[in-house]
């Protein structure tokens, strides 16, 4: 993939240089790209990032894991074992604006790309650590993922029926959140860098991710709330938000203020309580939260879903149907926004979710296939002012040990 324009996105220009594998810094230069920044992923000799082999499902030998995180990148196959191309590496980190890595402290150290170092040389550098537990305190050379930082941060122990054990939410939330965590830092960073000069070292964690979308919970506990357990989503801080069973499937209620709570019991048949004194408020509604879930739900169980939706629309209370992934992917809603982009040359076998942020001054959205491993490693090092024959002598050495590996 060459380099082209990216019209007029905020961050064109800017070049950042992504050695982070897995998903989360992958999600994080992603988002950069889609904003038009000029993403270099270096990737290792042999398999490259471990998410291209995440799977089934592979679409001719390409993870949709893969695919989902790594549109509109450049892909350069580095051996960082090999002086020649820890040297290389200093040179891309050299022409860059950011650097993202995921290393564990002692292998950044052993290559020079620590932080500091880097800055040393780099003043204006925008450094991105990704990690598991971050840069310090005593688990921060503990390896990370999804599932682990679930655990820890008192995420899971707060998902799932009620009564049974704790569930992980399942998808990569805790890798797509920090994704966004660092692309906001990473931003916030340009900013200043371009008025000053001045570099940063951002430092940014699964588990502080976690813990920043535990915030409510957390706060509520140390207030005084009683310890959360899970409970099928029927314990928020309003009441009522959260699910029913109607006559047909299940639907979402969340009733988020008085005047809602009103309108609903009106819509529903259940002006009575509606006109309970101790009811008028969320306090008193969450003190009987059992009595008056349970009068809600012998009263929706006598309609389908379509048609309290439809009721609840009409007098402005939001709910939703709880929809499988069938049914997402043909959502009017979804298909309107263009939410989901087929990516180029796979004839819709594959596809990702576009950013979740609209550009006025960008209505398309940027959507370049994700690069082959290493398809980009020539161009780049020519670009960086090695000799198209030193070019040529690295991608042969780098193409002899992954056939070796």
């Known amino acids: 993939m060459s380099a082209r324009p990216n019209s007029d996105r905020p961050l064109e220009g800017v070049r950042v240089v992504d050695v982070t594998t ?7 230069s992603m988002y950069l790209a889609d904003l038009g920044a000029t993403v270099i992923k270096v990737e290792k000799p042999g398999g490259g ?29 580095l051996d960082l074992r090999d002086p020649a191309g820890r040297e290389a590496l200093l040179r891309l980190v050299a022409s860059a604006d950011v650097f993202l890595q995921n290393m564990n402290p002692a292998k950044l150290q052993r290559l020079g790309i620590d932080g500091a170092s880097l800055l040393d040389r780099h003043p204006r550098l925008v450094y991105c650590a990704m990690s598991g537990f971050g840069l310090d305190g005593p ?10 930082a679930q655990a820890r941060s008192g995420l899971m122990s707060v998902t799932g029926e009620s009564g049974r054990s704790p569930q992980r939410v399942s998808t990569a939330l805790s890798d797509v959140v920090t994704g966004m965590c660092a692309a906001i830092a990473i931003n916030a960073a340009l900013v200043r860098q371009a008025r000053h000069g001045r570099g940063e070292i951002i430092d940014v964690s699964l588990l502080d991710t976690d ?9 509520a506990f140390h207030a005084g709330e009683p310890e959360p357990a899970p409970s099928g989503g029927t314990d928020s801080v309003l009441a009522v938000y959260q699910p029913f069973q109607t006559a047909d499937r299940v639907i979402v209620i969340a009733i988020g203020n008085d005047m809602m709570w009103q309108r609903f019991c009106g819509a529903t048949g ?8 101790e009811l008028r408020d969320n306090a ?5 939260r059992p ?6 739900a012998e009263v929706l169980a006598q309609r389908t879903a379509a048609e309290w939706l439809s009721v609840m629309e009409s007098v402005n209370v939001p709910a939703a149907m709880v929809q499988s992934l069938s049914e997402v992917v043909a959502d009017p809603q979804v298909v ?4 989901l982009m087929d990516v180029p040359g796979t004839g819709g076998s594959l596809v990702t979710v576009r950013s979740p942020f609209r550009l006025a001054s960008a209505p398309e959205p940027r959507n370049e296939r994700f690069p082959d491993l290493g398809a980009d490693t020539e161009r780049v090092l020519i670009e960086l002012g090695y000799s198209p024959e030193e070019a040529r002598a690295l991608v042969p050495a780098v193409t002899a040990r992954e056939e070796a590996s």
């Open 22 to 28: 897995s998903y989360a810094g992958p999600t994080a």
């Open 49 to 77: 990032d471990d998410s291209r082999g995440w799977g089934p499902p592979f679409i001719d030998g390409t993870s949709a894991w893969f695919a989902t995180a790594n549109r509109n990148k450049s892909s350069v196959v």
């Open 139 to 148: 688990d921060s050379h503990l390896p990370g993922y999804d599932l682990v």
């Open 211 to 219: 813990l920043a979308m535990m915030a409510p919970r957390i706060g």
């Open 270 to 277: 259940l002006a009575d309580l509606g006109a309970e004194p």
């Open 284 to 288: 008193g509604r969450r003190e009987q």
């Open 291 to 296: 009595r008056i879930t349970a009068r809600i």
């Open 336 to 339: 309107a926004r263009c939410a």
